[in-house]
């Protein structure tokens, strides 16, 4: 079962830790949004199988009206085969969220909303550049649950300058009372090209020390573990049942078709990259020129990628599997550094399984860049 995700290249105002591609220029909407549907009539051949899970990203998606979300789902609809009660994500921003346009969005066919929370400390909130206050957001949260969204997920952001353990211990109780079923917890990372980045070259501003992150993430995952929530990705909890389809089948190596500026395709063996550029996609769309890139992926690539992915999730890596599918072996090729991560309680092994542990996920993409196969 392949995915669908559409990018929305948009935003009322920018986060000062954001660099994914987006315009504070709305004018073009209208447009960007019958671009986006071309290229997902042009492109319905690129999936040889039905679609299971359909993924609005950004950018912010919910500044769509429901009319424009509902035009982009039926050309999915009427130039793919989705199968029923598919997961259809949207994410969302909580001024957005009123109680009429939420009921309007769940009978319009998204089944799942990802709000992007990030904390509960109103002058955090406006550090960050964000659009909402606190009290918003919980209204929000209260509008989606009234208008009858029973799969819900929250965005929290930790390592903010400035914010303590005590104010991370609190962010984490407020968002478990509200009970959502899915949470996504991300540690702030400075972007070059973003405001904090310039903010930090100037000596505005100071990341959070390693050690008090570390904290912060490994205070999270006993917290939400004792809440009822199952850490199944480095950034990902749910309740059971209520992991994100989507993403799970990114990490699986699921193929995918990425519309819009700035998003990516995958179809097994191949990448494609759309030009991330409002102006020259819609430009391009509209006299059927080239508007991406493709990469064709080697044989080491495929391995190197699944070692990343897997790694990254609960379920980890079976070993036996990874070497009937490749012929290679990661026990024996990296016996020795795999001995040294066991010693240092990084990894363990159950069941030919290669799993991270909680002190692991902390540095998950650097043991699998260090397991990876070397290009031939």
Not at 96 to 106: A, H, P, Q
Request: with cysteine.
């Amino acid at each position: 079962m392949a995915g669908i995700y559409i990018h929305i290249p948009f935003c009322r105002q920018a986060c000062h830790y954001c660099d994914f591609h987006f315009s504070t220029n709305l004018k073009t909407q209208g447009e960007m949004v019958k671009s986006i549907a071309t290229e997902i009539r042009n492109r319905k051949d690129y999936l040889n199988e039905p679609v299971k899970t359909i993924y609005f990203g950004g950018g912010t998606p919910s500044l769509l009206n429901v009319q424009q979300l509902h035009h982009l789902l039926q050309t999915i609809s009427d130039n793919f085969k989705v199968v029923d009660g598919a997961e259809v994500t949207l994410e969302a921003n909580p001024e957005d969220l009123t109680l009429e346009k939420s009921k309007m969005l769940l009978a319009s066919g998204i089944n799942r909303l990802s709000i992007g929370m990030q904390t509960f400390d109103e002058t955090k909130l406006q550090w960050m550049n964000r659009a909402h206050s606190s009290t918003e957001a919980r209204k929000a949260y209260e509008n989606v649950r009234k208008a009858g969204f029973k799969n819900i997920s929250l965005d929290l952001i930790y390592a903010i300058p400035d914010h303590d353990q005590s104010a991370w211990e609190t962010d984490i109780k407020s968002i478990t009372e509200l009970q959502p079923e899915h949470i996504s917890m991300y540690g702030l990372t400075i972007e070059e090209k973003t405001v904090f980045g310039k903010w930090e070259e100037q000596d505005k501003l100071v990341q959070v020390p390693e050690d008090e992150a570390a904290n912060q993430y490994l205070y999270a995952i006993d917290y939400l573990k004792d809440s009822g929530y199952i850490q199944y990705e480095v950034s990902n909890f749910g309740k059971e049942g209520f992991y994100s389809r989507h993403n799970n089948a990114y990490w699986a190596g699921v193929p995918y078709l990425g519309v819009g500026p700035g998003a990516h395709s995958f179809d097994g063996s191949s990448r494609r990259f759309n030009v991330r550029n409002n102006a020259r996609y819609i430009k391009a769309i509209n006299e059927g020129l080239s508007f991406s890139e493709t990469e064709i992926l080697s044989e080491t690539q495929r391995l190197n990628e699944q070692i990343l992915t897997q790694l990254r999730t609960a379920k980890g890596l079976d070993l036996e599997t990874f070497e009937k599918s490749s012929g290679k072996s990661l026990a024996q090729l990296h016996a020795a550094f795999i001995d040294e991560m066991r010693q240092k309680e990084l990894i363990e092994i159950e069941d030919n399984c290669l799993r991270l542990k909680p002190l692991g996920f902390l540095v998950a993409d650097e043991i699998a860049l260090r397991m990876f196969f070397p290009e031939e």
